[in-house]
């Protein structure tokens, strides 16, 4: 079976990745500097899947050492998750997000070239689709208009991927465009674990219930949505893993450039969340409604008919498991993986 390359793989969406790939037969190298995530994540990976993981310490910037663990291991694709991610941190810390995210990049497919691997998923985001877009998002659309940094290196990143395959027809690459991924796998060995004060909302809901903090923050009520609150399409983490191992097993069998959607297709407003989280764990999540925060969209979905057509991929997961799982993560790890 062929062998996947997770560069960052070792964060929330890299790890569950990790164990659908695993669990579908395929080997797995992770090389991850624990700048957002702990090795203790690949650990439990292996205790899920009674498997074994190739596990380095490594910067993704470092040609150097990405060269070494590309000879050591004979990879046959790359899964590029390696990134920071936090919205607010990249308006004040541009330099370190363009630096981190593009060089990351370079790297790998300078890497790549050098060891002849023509095959690439990259961990894009729904936030390229931009504000002015009509919903729900499909991938024909241009690229919008970024409201921050994060945002622009996003859609650069796929701008490098689409002129390096432009100039390469061997290289195969599956742009993927994550909508909301929360949730955990069900066995609530590993989940989402951010440091410090969480910026999204399911981690934010799960340290309320918990305890860790005082009350949520319902950013305005005031939008043009059903109930006032921001819609958003909600994925279970194990559904976007598995359309990880789907993108795998089509990038391994085509050329060219495909952009895809992961997401539902239906959206959930912040207090369906926050009243399914309660209803469905029977825990209290005391919340009140606030100004809006800067930059939120009041509604974005994807169109997720292209995953289906090209992949025969589709979520399976509820709302309600979404709800458990994240909850069943946070309960047993209350200090993530600390
Ligand atoms: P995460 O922070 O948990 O995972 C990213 C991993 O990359 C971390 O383990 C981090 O330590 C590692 N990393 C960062 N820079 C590195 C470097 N220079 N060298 C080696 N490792 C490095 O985040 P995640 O939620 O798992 O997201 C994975 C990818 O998906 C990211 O690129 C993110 O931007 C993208 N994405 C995430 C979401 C989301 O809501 N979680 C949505 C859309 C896109
Ligand atoms: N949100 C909220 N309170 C919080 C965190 C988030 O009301 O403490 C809202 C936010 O305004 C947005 C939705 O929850 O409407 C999802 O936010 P998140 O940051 O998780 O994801 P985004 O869609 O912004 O990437």
Redo the contacts with the bound molecule.
């Keep these: 079976m062929a062998t996947v390359f997770l560069a960052g793989g070792a964060g929330y969406i890299g790890s569950h990745t990790a164990v659908a790939l695993l669990d579908a037969g395929y080997d797995v190298v992770v090389a991850d500097n624990y700048s957002n995530s702990s090795p203790e994540a690949i650990r439990r990976v292996e205790r899920i899947t009674g498997k074994t993981v190739q596990l380095y310490e490594a910067d993704i910037r470092d040609s150097a050492r990405i060269s070494e663990i590309f000879q050591e291991n004979r990879i046959d694709a790359v899964i590029h998750f390696a990134g920071l991610k936090a919205v607010g941190e990249s308006v004040q810390k541009p330099l370190m997000y363009y630096r981190n995210n593009i060089d990351t990049t370079l790297t790998l497919l300078e890497t790549m070239a050098k060891f002849n691997v023509n095959k690439v998923i990259f961990s894009s985001s729904a936030t390229v689709y931009g504000s002015e877009n009509p919903i729900p998002y499909i991938e024909t659309m241009q690229r919008g208009v970024c409201s921050n940094p994060y945002g622009w290196t996003k859609a650069m990143m796929e701008q490098i991927f689409e002129d390096a395959a432009k100039a390469n027809p061997e290289l195969s690459v599956v742009l993927l465009r994550y909508f909301?991924p929360i949730g955990a796998h069900p066995s609530g060995l590993i989940g989402e674990d951010p440091t410090g004060i969480p910026?999204?909302?399911?981690p934010?809901i799960t340290q309320v219930a918990v305890g860790k903090r005082d009350h949520?923050?319902?950013?305005?009520n005031d939008y043009p949505t059903p109930d006032g609150t921001?819609r958003?399409d909600y994925i279970h983490v194990m559904d976007l893993a598995n359309g990880h191992v789907k993108a795998t097993d089509y990038v391994l069998a085509h050329k060219g450039v495909e952009i895809v959607n992961l997401g539902t297709g239906t959206p959930y407003s912040?207090t369906e969340i926050v009243e399914t989280f309660q209803r469905v764990n029977g825990v209290a999540v005391p919340y009140e409604f606030g100004p809006r925060?800067f930059g939120?969209i009041p509604e974005f979905y994807a169109n997720a008919d292209k995953a289906l057509a090209l992949f025969g991929w589709r979520t399976e997961k509820s709302l309600e498991d979404m709800c458990r799982d994240s909850w069943n993560w946070q309960k047993q790890n209350p200090n993530g993986y600390r």
């Design positions: 909301n910026n999204n909302l399911m934010y949520l923050t319902v950013f305005g921001c958003r912040v925060r939120d």
